[in-house]
């Protein structure tokens, strides 16, 4: 069984009308980069998960979780 780091990136950006360029500038990241944490291509450093989580004003646990496939 494989273990992945899966978020909610996309749907809490996409539910407050952030574009990918706007969050990306906001927690100092490249587009690119939003992009490959949306897909679950990347999975952020705790530096990064927590700027995100502070972002959203959540607790980290609540955007990123562990998954299984």
């Given amino acids: ?24 500038e906001a927690v100092s990241v490249s587009r690119q980069t939003v992009i490959a944490i949306e897909k679950g291509k990347y999975t952020p450093s705790v530096h990064l998960a927590l700027a995100i989580a502070q972002y959203f004003k959540l607790p980290v646990e609540k955007i990123f979780k562990i998954a299984r496939e």
């Avoid at 069984?1 to 990306?24: D, H, S, W």
């Fill in 1 to 24: 069984m494989r273990e992945y780091i899966a978020n909610q990136v996309c749907e809490l950006r996409n539910k407050r009308g952030i574009t990918q360029e706007a969050f990306a």
